[in-house]
């Protein structure tokens, strides 16, 4: 029991214990609802599903991600979200960025852009957050149109959706645009950008061959559940990028090696960040402790 309890969300923030007491004793029903996130903004999440179940248990939905965008979006920055969902890394690195920053979000799935936009909007209202672009295309090696897969777990997880690269006929899917980051981005210099395109980073960054040779993307966060046989990383390095893992421990992020022990746990996706200022990023995670697990991390910067 004590295992379960000693975790970063409840030691620095006792507060979602009591949060998390409630929801046991009431849990919330299917569908959308107000959930307040650890580090400040609130969001409309479906609990039942794994964004919304992790915040109204945890606080965070990914600690390790959260933190390390936390701790490299500066105020003024701009920054990309591909694969942006229903706005939570939207949010975050909005709010991490301040009023003078911008955030340039991609999200296909026409219900998940349609929440997306509402939280975006809602939070506006609130807080000085960082400007929102958002469009409702993927990002892929071409301009046109795709399948955008549904796999059976997607209605306990939409963040599972994904661009295959054949289509499966007893797997449900949606048409939707898709365009490069080169086409899209270049010629604004993005600090960091999040990738989480389920499989299809490669081809995402294939489009983005322009920026990344002239080294327009200063640090990209990516998650790969296979990065021993992934190509993504190769391609990266011949880049330039440096490539960290990255994980948590109770006192805060950690750095290894790509291809050393997994830093991930066992329930979670393997993250990884590419840099172009490795320095920058290993000083920036050294701080014990966690930003993102209380609520002045919005307040100090957006408040």
């Known amino acids: ?4 309890l000693w975790k970063p969300w409840f030691v620095y923030q006792p507060a979602q214990l009591l949060r998390r007491g409630r929801s046991l004793v009431s849990p919330p029903g299917p569908g959308n609802v107000t959930l307040r996130t650890s580090w400040g903004v609130e969001i409309q999440a479906d609990p039942k599903k794994t964004i919304g179940h992790g915040i109204l248990n945890t606080g965070v939905y990914d600690l390790a991600l959260s933190e390390m965008l936390g701790r490299l979006v500066s105020p003024g ?3 990309a979200d591909v694969g ?3 706005g939570y890394t939207t949010l975050l690195m909005a709010a991490a960025a301040g009023r003078h920053g911008r955030v340039i979000a991609f999200e296909p799935h026409p219900d998940l852009v349609a929440t997306l936009r509402q939280n975006v909007t809602s939070a506006a209202k609130r807080w000085r957050l960082a400007s929102a672009d958002i469009h409702d295309i993927a990002l892929s090696d071409r301009a046109g149109q795709a399948k955008l897969e549904l796999p059976p777990d997607f209605e306990s997880n939409d963040g599972v959706a994904r661009i295959a690269p054949t289509t499966h006929r007893d797997v449900p899917s949606l048409t939707v645009p898709v365009d490069t980051i080169d086409n899209v981005l270049r010629g604004t210099p993005v600090t960091v950008m999040k990738v989480d395109i389920e499989g299809h980073e490669l081809q995402a960054f294939r489009g983005g ?25 190769g391609l990266l390095e011949g880049h330039g990028y440096r490539i960290f893992s990255f994980g948590w421990s ?22 990884f960040v590419a840099t172009l200022a490795p320095d920058e990023v290993t000083g920036r995670c050294k701080a014990r402790g966690w930003s993102v697990l209380v609520p002045r991390f919005t307040t100090e910067r957006c408040g």
């Open 1 to 4: 029991m004590w295992d379960r």
């Open 77 to 79: 920055d701009t920054v």
């Open 84 to 86: 942006a969902n229903i």
């Open 209 to 233: 061959s322009k920026m990344l040779a002239s080294h327009e993307i200063r640090h990209i966060v990516f998650e790969d559940h296979d990065v021993e046989k992934s190509e993504v990383v």
């Open 250 to 271: 109770l006192r805060g992020l950690v750095l290894g090696a790509v291809g050393g022990s997994r830093l991930a746990k066992i329930y979670e996706a393997p993250n």
